[in-house]
């Protein structure tokens, strides 16, 4: 096999699987991969090279971006190819007096997000960790970030994409054009595809002119019901906040301390709510967050440092015991409350930590139960309440994934939540697009 793909790539560009770095991700699935070869091609031509090659020798295909997915997606199942996107790192077109990017999937987020800063522009889905993940993967993951609240998540940018599809043709959907309503979406349905439908290698993206700096407010409650109550009189007060991000009280206590002006006393809930549109917008939002807040609402006057503290959450928390499980379950605003408290009310049912924070605005919650990784009964615990905590998920009529996807994390729960015929729509999909199941096989709809 590594001998028929270097003549494709090159055999510089041909690894043997034990690479951990192409088998693993971020998640706690890390150490479950394996891949017989890593491949990395450098153009979309090589892609559909090796995918045709892999097709014709029912050789499975994991899709690969930067590796930084919370779900397992990029984590091989057994044998085949790990496909690199990496080496796929041109801009192919950039057009800043018509707010538009074209792409390779190879280009990190933080490049397309500084491109468009430096013209002037603003590119807003904020996934948390820019400078490793890439945009093909925001893409076949549709990620989200704090202000995906009022900008919406990566795939409300991408106007067209050219990908890879079995058995290893190359097709264009979309591009430059602002509307494009002639054909089934099939931009949106290759978005948030998890790698299971084909490798996608360029993405045309919509910019927009910078939005102003950001101005955040702080404010704390006693606890989750106030702060939720507290998010629909922002909500009410007008579109003014770009993001309203969220701690319960577990995660203040464990990252409390860096916050800038410390927490006061009581504080069983933390609101942090952005606003880019000015300063008359700021203090109506302050005003807004005032209500059932346990003290003043603050306006920090480091924003950079706030959100350099709230992007590290996920780490702090991960090393109060070692790892964590960590979830990303949404579901309809006027239930964030029951879902915050539930999900530690599972926790001690399990006989294990558990806290979260995340987009409230978005009712979405990185539910996360906190473990030793080297404590077996602990890792059981920890699954078991991640199963529980996707059943609540279903039955207040939210979502399994608001933003990492299903990959491996969360096997068989997609079927439960959509059931029937729209589980049987997902799979004539599949099987339409990528017949003998090599494209990932074993993510999303297993
Ligand atoms: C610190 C940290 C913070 C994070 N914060 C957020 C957040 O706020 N919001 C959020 O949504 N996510 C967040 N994530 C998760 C992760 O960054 C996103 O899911 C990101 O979009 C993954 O991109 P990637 O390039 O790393 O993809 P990978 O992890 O490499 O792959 C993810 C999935 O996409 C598939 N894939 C990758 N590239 C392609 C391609 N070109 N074609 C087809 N399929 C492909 C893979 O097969 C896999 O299924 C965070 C992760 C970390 C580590």
Redo the contacts with the bound molecule.
Sequence with gaps: MQQELAKIVGDAYVRPGSQFVYSG??TFFADRGSVECVVQPASADEVAEVVFWCYSNDVTI?????????AG??VPQGAGVALS?ERLTAVRSFDPLRWRIEVE?GVTTATVQRLARENGLYFPPD???PE???I???V??N???PHCFKYGVTGDWVTGLEAVIAPGELIRIGGPTRKDVAGYDLVSLMTGS??TL????SVWLRLIPAAGPSLPVAAFYRDAASGAAAIEAVMSAGPIAAAIEYLDERTLQIAGGGFPGGVPAGAGFLLIADCDSGEADRAALREALAEGAIAEPTAPDDPESLWRWRDGM??VVASELGTKLSDDIAVPLDRLAEAIERTVEIGKQHSIEACSWGHAGDGNLHSTFMLDPNDELAVRRAVAAGDELMAMAIELGGTISG???I?LAKNGWLHKQWGGPASRAHEAIKQALDPKNLM?PG?KLT
């Design positions: 991700e971020e994991t899709p690969r971006g930067g590796g930084t997915g919370w997606g990029a996107l999937a996934p948390g960790a490793e993940s890439l093909g993967g925001n076949a993951t990620a989200g970030g998890e790698g084909g490798v996608i290698t996920g780490l933003e990492h996807g990959g990932n993510k």
